[in-house]
């Protein structure tokens, strides 16, 4: 996978916008995922393993979220609901049109669903609060490529591993 990202997604680097994010917000999200979790710290967890990538994989989205936020410097998400739905996915609206969201670990190749959006701004995230918004692409677009999983569920919604940065949108593009 380390050779897909930076087969893919190195030679665009210098594009991508990076995003810190402050303690406060690390808190913030720490707050959703125990209310969510149903626990007050991971010690209390029944599951640690499936807990701890629930966790990871909530972090890593909701780091997005507000990386994203940052950049465009308003606020989109409803952390009422994301605290009672363990599906929410806030999408913002710019520029005439509705986005998504999706986020993936620095030196991975992000996974869209179906359900990702047709226009999605894709981020990476570096560390606990570091994050890099690389632009946005229309998954809908004919010329956009997806590298199969490794994989297959029967009922799977996964469209693939998204490789075509070449066609990303700068994010400036719908300030």
């Known amino acids: 996978?380390?050779?897909?990202?930076?087969?893919?997604?190195?030679?665009?680097?210098?594009?991508?916008?990076?995003?810190?994010?402050?303690?406060?917000?690390?808190?913030k999200i720490d707050d959703c995922a125990f209310k969510l979790l149903n626990v007050s710290d991971f010690g209390k967890l029944n599951d640690k393993y499936d807990g701890q990538l629930f966790y990871q994989k909530f972090k890593n989205q909701t780091l997005a979220e507000i990386a994203v936020e940052k950049f465009f410097k308003e606020s989109f998400i409803d952390w009422e609901q994301?605290?009672?739905?363990?599906?929410?996915?806030?999408?913002?609206?710019?520029a005439g049109d509705y986005y998504g969201i999706i986020s993936a670990p620095f030196g991975e190749l992000p996974m869209v669903t179906s359900d990702s959006g047709e226009k999605i701004v894709v981020c990476f995230i570096a560390d606990k609060k570091t994050v890099w918004l690389s632009g946005i692409i229309n998954t809908n677009d004919e010329n956009v490529k997806f590298i199969p999983p490794s994989f297959f569920l029967a009922e799977s919604n996964y469209r693939g591993y998204l490789s075509s940065f070449n066609l990303m949108s700068p994010l400036e593009s719908i300030i």
């Open 82 to 94: 994301k605290k009672a739905n363990v599906n929410y996915k806030p999408k913002f609206f710019r």
């Open 1 to 27: 996978m380390v050779s897909d990202f930076n087969k893919y997604v190195l030679p665009y680097l210098r594009n991508f916008i990076k995003i810190n994010i402050d303690y406060s917000q690390l808190k």
